[in-house]
């Protein structure tokens, strides 16, 4: 029992490090939920306007991902990748947990490549001066 204890609080430990670690190379994603969740209707907007994509489709990202930057990264991911975005929401709910930078890999994005250390840098999405209001910033694809 003792041992298994002892099993168990290492293995956290370790979920816990390597967490730690995948979500550094996505640090801007709480500052982008935080801003998305402060204003939801700038939000949806921002994403018609950033993605080219009707209510519909918003909706349907919306509805199946747990936070706003998750929609931010199906519609990017499937965007770079060149996949519909109802492939994208597929790979992201099979690989739950696996992170950003295994998602973009199954997607064909190579770690290493332009375009997963553009992921990496942060959003096209919000300007870092501003407050989750006006014009979203457009650097185009990456």
Do not use: C
């Amino acid at each position: 029992m003792k041992m298994l204890k002892m099993l168990f609080v290492v293995s956290m430990s370790i979920l816990l490090v390597s967490s730690a670690a995948a979500a550094d190379d996505f640090d801007w994603i709480r500052d982008f939920n935080i801003k998305a969740e402060a204003d939801t209707s700038g939000f949806r907007a921002r994403l018609t306007t950033r993605f080219k994509i009707g209510d519909t489709q918003i909706r349907i990202v919306l509805n199946n991902v747990e936070e706003p930057a998750d929609a931010y990264m199906v519609l990017r991911l499937g965007e770079m990748s060149n996949q519909p975005t109802e492939y994208v929401i597929e790979k992201y709910k099979s690989g739950k947990g696996k992170g950003w930078g295994a998602l973009a890999k199954t997607l064909g994005i190579k770690p290493g490549s332009k375009e997963f250390h553009a992921l990496k840098r942060g959003q096209d999405f919000y300007d870092d001066n501003d407050r989750g209001k006006g014009k979203a910033k457009s650097k185009g694809k990456a």
